[in-house]
Nanobody
Framework: QVQLVESGGGLVQPGGSLRLSCAASGTILSISIMGWYRQAPGKQRELVASITNIGATNYGDSVKGRFTISRDNAERTVYLQMNSLKPEDTAVYYC????????WGQGTQVTVSS
């Protein structure tokens, strides 16, 4: 059984920062790709950022230059540093890990509002 547990969401003012974390646990041999997706009300889930086990990264166009993804392979954890947050970043953020199959976390709410 694999579990992904996210943390770090919350309410922040425009221009502020948040750091999300996602820790994987369970019977895991290796994690190839870890990533963050988000889904705003009435919109489809979209890729925010992903990172491979050797550190290659990929970002959605709307977050390039503002968000940074990183991972700690030993801790089986992926992070998302979000800076210069905008109201349009408001969404539920989901962690995803490819461990053979795709696994998803339960989601954490990020709200950017004054």
């Amino acid at each position: 059984q694999v579990q992904l547990v996210e943390s770090g969401g919350g309410l922040v003012q425009p221009g502020g920062s948040l750091r999300l974390s996602c820790a994987a646990s369970g019977t895991i041999l290796s994690i190839s790709i870890m990533g963050w997706y988000r889904q705003a009300p009435g919109k489809q889930r979209e890729l925010v950022a992903s990172i491979t086990n050797i550190g290659a990264t990929n970002y959605g166009d709307s977050v390039k230059g503002r968000f940074t993804i990183s991972r700690d392979n030993a801790e089986r954890t992926v992070y998302l540093q979000m800076n210069s947050l905008k109201p349009e970043d408001t969404a539920v953020y989901y962690c995803k890990a490819k461990i053979g199959s795709d696994y998803w976390g339960q989601g954490t709410q990020v709200t950017v509002s004054s």
